[in-house]
């Protein structure tokens, strides 16, 4: 079996990115352009992968970790030279090797594995990944002789008006064998408009060689498109994000408006759920089966399970388990995690606290630092106040129990369970099972005091109007 080896090109510092960010690092649909490349083409059961860096090489290797190994291009002089730089990992290998570029996030593993097989079934040396451009401009362009042999690849600065004129594009892609790439890099020369030492011109000398070289067209010229600049990462997010809605739709989701929802790459979703139009779902979210997720949610990086209906809140690393629903505005925050047929009404926000199976926690209101069980009704505007200004502090409430509305739970303190707060409560001290705790002054009506006020003035004016407002009617 033939080895099969990759090199991927993420060297280059895309200054037209106008960005301390380097460029093959820019996210596309919630992951790294040059992570999208190595996930593709790990697809094929690849023998050895290694990525030439550059600038930011240290922040490369941190988001690719050992899954590729790296070659250093101090020096930028062009893609032959880039590829060079492995010749110290890879050079001595029989095999082919697929290069492509850390810009390039659109391309599939279907294309890669087609281009193998392609170059295999030819015997050639050196194949081209070509595609059908309508605007070539800013393209390598293929050039082939009246048979149709590749006989070079010219790039856009240095093409002849006939030359620019060729709507063959190369897509930067490229499948070489391994030894027969290494021997011709040490012969291309730079005599070029940038001064630079250009892979495709392996191919010219293969031909003055007479050894095969061969192109494959793809069908779909949107998976070759390279970002050079932040409105082509707008298109290449579009295309992606096209293609991941499409994805998900053939596999039982709903999407009310797939223009209007934006799904990450690894993103997954459950059959029959639905999810409506302005819904965010990003890093490694996982919905469940039957779930509704409406408008405007944002979900990152959580655990959403069967059944579950989100309301137009907003959900990060946190769980909220089967039945379980939430919103309109409501905020989970980390390590937020919402038992079984838990309700979190509107205007909640939960951190750092697990919430058990049939609670209620219905409008606003702030639950941090706490488990909560089972079956616990929490009133409006109940706030666990977590922080001393300096610690943050635990409060555990049990099973049964009741929280009336306005109270402050001061933490640290235990509820036991089948406990009852009295609404308006500040409870500081532990309550024991079937006990109330109470904790406010008795009240003492002052007579006359409403006129001292200057709501009393307010009340006479609008009082007058409204009978100037009665005698007119």
């Known amino acids: 079996m033939t080895?099969?080896?990759?090199?991927?090109?993420?060297?280059?510092?895309?200054t037209r990115m106008k960005s301390k960010l380097y460029k093959v690092l820019h996210p596309v649909c919630g992951k790294p352009m040059v992570d999208h490349v190595l996930t593709e083409i790990e697809k094929n059961n690849m023998d050895e992968i290694v990525t030439v860096v550059g600038h930011g090489a240290e922040m490369v290797e941190k988001t690719l970790?050992?899954?590729?190994?790296?070659?250093?291009?101090a020096e930028q002089l062009g893609t032959g030279h880039a590829v060079l730089q492995a010749e110290k990992l890879l050079g001595d290998k029989d095999g082919m090797t697929l290069i492509a570029c850390g810009?390039?996030?659109?391309?599939?593993?279907?294309?890669?594995?087609?281009?193998?097989e392609y170059h295999k079934s030819k015997g050639a040396v050196a194949t081209v990944l070509t595609a059908h451009a309508e605007n070539p401009f800013g393209y390598g362009r293929i050039i082939r002789n009246e048979i149709g042999i590749v006989e070079k690849i010219v790039e856009q600065k240095d093409a002849t008006a006939e030359e620019a004129a060729v709507k063959e594009i190369n897509?930067?892609?490229?499948?070489?064998?391994?030894?027969?790439?290494?021997?011709?890099?040490?012969?291309?020369?730079?005599?070029?408009?940038?001064?630079?030492?250009?892979?495709?011109?392996?191919?010219?000398?293969?031909?003055?060689?007479?050894?095969?070289?061969?192109?494959?067209?793809?069908?779909?010229?949107?998976?070759?498109m390279g970002v050079n600049d932040r409105i082509a990462l707008s298109n290449a997010t579009k295309v992606m994000r096209r293609r991941i809605n499409e994805n998900l739709m053939r596999q039982g989701v709903t999407l009310i408006d797939p223009d209007t929802t934006y799904i990450d790459i690894d993103v997954k979703?459950?059959?029959?759920?639905?999810?409506?139009?302005?819904?965010?779902?990003?890093?490694?979210?996982?919905?469940?089966?039957?779930?509704?997720?409406?408008?405007?949610?944002?979900?990152?990086?959580?655990?959403?399970?069967?059944?579950?209906?989100?309301?137009?809140?907003?959900?990060?690393?946190?769980?909220?388990?089967?039945?379980?629903?939430?919103?309109p505005y409501s905020h989970l925050r980390p390590k937020a995690e919402i038992g079984e047929n838990v309700?979190?009404?509107?205007?909640?926000?939960?951190?750092?606290?697990?919430?058990?199976?049939?609670?209620?926690?219905?409008?606003?209101?702030?639950?941090?630092?706490?488990?909560?069980?089972?079956?616990?009704n929490v009133g409006c505007g109940t706030v666990f106040v977590n922080y001393d200004g300096i610690n943050k502090h635990h409060t555990t409430v049990g099973d049964y129990s009741f929280i009336g509305s306005a109270s402050n739970i001061i933490a640290p303190v235990n509820i036991a369970d089948h406990a009852y707060v009295a609404a308006g409560s500040t409870i500081t001290d532990d309550i024991d099972a079937h006990d109330m705790g109470i904790a406010r002054g008795r009240q003492v009506n002052k007579k006359g005091y409403f006129d001292r006020y200057p709501v009393a003035e307010a009340a006479r004016i609008a009082e007058e109007k409204a009978r100037e407002e009665q005698e007119k009617n």
């Open 3 to 14: 080895s099969k080896y990759a090199i991927i090109l993420a060297a280059g510092q895309g």
């Open 65 to 73: 970790g050992d899954r590729t190994k790296y070659a250093l291009q």
């Open 103 to 116: 810009d390039t996030p659109l391309f599939t593993a279907k294309t890669f594995e087609e281009l193998f």
């Open 171 to 224: 897509t930067g892609v490229y499948c070489f064998d391994n030894k027969e790439l290494f021997a011709a890099l040490h012969q291309i020369k730079n005599d070029n408009a940038q001064g630079e030492y250009y892979l495709p011109d392996v191919m010219e000398i293969f031909q003055k060689q007479g050894k095969v070289v061969a192109a494959y067209q793809m069908k779909n010229f949107e998976e070759s």
């Open 269 to 327: 979703v459950g059959s029959d759920t639905v999810i409506e139009p302005g819904v965010q779902l990003k890093g490694k979210t996982e919905i469940g089966a039957d779930c509704y997720i409406g408008a405007h949610s944002e979900i990152i990086d959580s655990v959403i399970e069967d059944g579950v209906k989100v309301t137009s809140s907003y959900i990060e690393d946190a769980v909220m388990h089967k039945n379980s629903n939430i919103g």
């Open 343 to 376: 309700h979190i009404g509107n205007f909640v926000e939960v951190k750092k606290a697990t919430i058990g199976k049939n609670t209620k926690v219905g409008h606003l209101t702030y639950v941090g630092d706490a488990t909560l069980g089972r079956d616990i």
